[in-house]
């Protein structure tokens, strides 16, 4: 029984489409809540709705933590299996979407951070991650690239503070309400390597204009650069998988060909 409910919540069509349907459901519903003409009228359905898929988030948590030990890619017995799934990504993202619902029910806490909790709600959308394609196929790019990734952060970061330690000393005498410590410069130097420029907070002295100018230029290619890389991880897993769906196998009992 234990097997065939595991092979029910992780292979059956059925199943995944109808969890999958629930949690874009769920987002959507998340947003309309914020519109006061449609929460006032229409809350009580709103809160049925939610209530309803607390009572599926968590029948369905507790039958993954259960059946979590079938799993034959995790190692170590049952006890070790079910801990394992607890503590994963996927594990914790389950336990975060309906756990804050029954936090207040067990902890008197102000309304304030009640309201707080309500927005882990907006973390069920990551549980689309185990059963669409798409989103472990963005996981497992961002896997494989995390090196080049966190190279690119690193400079982007070592750039953000150099540029904006110096922008401070240059323009802290001519701005010092605008300049008047690094991290308004740092703010600075984020909207001006990433193009975005708000035009709250910008240089008026010559030397200033010339570094934010040259910041500004240096920072197209740090915002294109993990573009491109993550795009050519994609275009590689996309080719790889294109490769392998049309490739040809010849059967070595009776040498008939048919496609992978």
């Keep these: 029984m234990k097997r065939k409910i595991y092979l029910l919540l992780n292979h059956n069509r059925y199943v995944i489409e109808f969890i999958y349907t629930l949690i874009v459901v769920n987002v959507f519903v998340l947003i309309l809540e914020s519109f006061e003409e449609i929460s006032v009228p229409y809350g009580h359905w709103l809160h049925l709705f939610d209530l309803i898929s607390i009572i599926i988030f968590t029948i369905e948590y507790v039958l993954r933590l259960w059946t979590s030990d079938c799993n034959e890619h995790l190692q170590g017995n049952s006890l070790r299996k079910r801990f394992k799934f607890a503590t994963s990504f996927y594990g914790v993202v389950d336990l975060l ?37 798409s989103m ?5 790019v961002l896997k494989e ?14 750039l953000i503070i150099f540029s904006s330690t110096l922008m401070y000393y240059i ?3 001519a701005q010092p309400e605008k300049f008047q410590n690094i991290g308004n410069s740092v703010w600075w130097a984020v909207a001006t390597l990433t193009t975005v420029g708000y035009g709250d907070i910008y240089p008026i002295t010559p030397i200033g204009k010339l570094l934010g100018a040259i910041t500004a230029i240096i920072g197209i290619g740090f915002v294109a650069l993990p573009s491109g890389i993550i795009s050519s991880a994609f275009i590689s897993h996309i080719n790889m998988k294109s490769k392998f ?12 060909e048919f496609k992978v």
Excluded at 136 to 140: L, P
Excluded at 145 to 158: A, G, I, P, Q, Y
Excluded at 245 to 256: A, F, L, R
């Design 245 to 256: 769906k049309h490739s040809i196998c010849t059967c070595p009992k009776c040498g008939n």
């Design 97 to 133: 979407a309906f756990l804050p619902f029954y936090i207040p029910y067990f902890v008197v806490m102000d309304l304030r951070i009640l309201r707080i909790l309500r927005l882990f709600r907006l973390l069920r959308i990551f549980k689309l991650g185990r059963v669409s394609r």
């Design 136 to 140: 472990r196929m963005i996981a497992q």
């Design 171 to 173: 323009e802290n005498d």
């Design 145 to 158: 690239t995390r090196t080049e990734l966190f190279v690119t952060l690193f400079s982007c970061t070592v």
